[in-house]
């Protein structure tokens, strides 16, 4: 079994002192964009894209940036916060994340969401909003409070000890991962001409899960594997698949 593989996250957050935070608090242990070196080109297009009073298609240009990072990344995680455009009227982090997610719910490839913010819980508006979208989205998100109030700094220990465990919630195993076990039961328990079968259906069960799904094209992945019988070729092939190569 190849170990776990780094999971790629997107940070949504409007001010760098945040973000900041957030990247010490989770790094070397998940695969963090944007980069700080693009953060502040990423993040205008975000503020664009909350803002109303921008012309449309400025706007839509904004989106399709962000959309180009998500599928150009491989992103299987965004961490979103709530207030995205200062102290301005603008949209919300779940207004951007329902834009998002849906497109993708079409083709069954809803990325999950953690909403992080220093929102009182109490906030009736923000509630009600956040059941809305879990009811569109069920099962794909989760909210945390950043565990301060006023103008203080998040903590890089709190995103250690809290934010960190809430995302590999939501993340759960590796979709990678998932399909390798199932091809490891099935090249034991079956037979040759059955294991192909079992390529097939599961290939197409897990293919909307993986970032890059597309590679997972189950008549590709037959003709690579439906003729071996040595349990580490086939996870060593399976691997050059999922890359892509």
Known sequence: MMSEPVRKILIIENQQSQYESILDGLKNVFDLLPQTGEYTSFADCVRVW?????????????????ERVIEGQGIELILMDHILGGPFPCLKGIDLAKQLNGKRKISNTVLPILFISKTEHSEHSRIAAFEEYQEQFPGSSNWIFKGYFGDSILKPEFV?????????????ESPKNKLIEILDHEIIRKGQDELVLAIKANAER????VANGAILASNEMVMRLGSVTDKNQMNRILKEIMNGK
């Open 206 to 209: 897990l293919k909307g899960q």
């Open 50 to 66: 909350v803002n109303e009073e921008y012309p449309s298609n400025r706007r839509d240009k904004s989106l399709k940036q962000i």
């Open 160 to 172: 250690k000890k809290v934010v960190r465990v809430e995302i590999e919630k939501l993340l759960g």
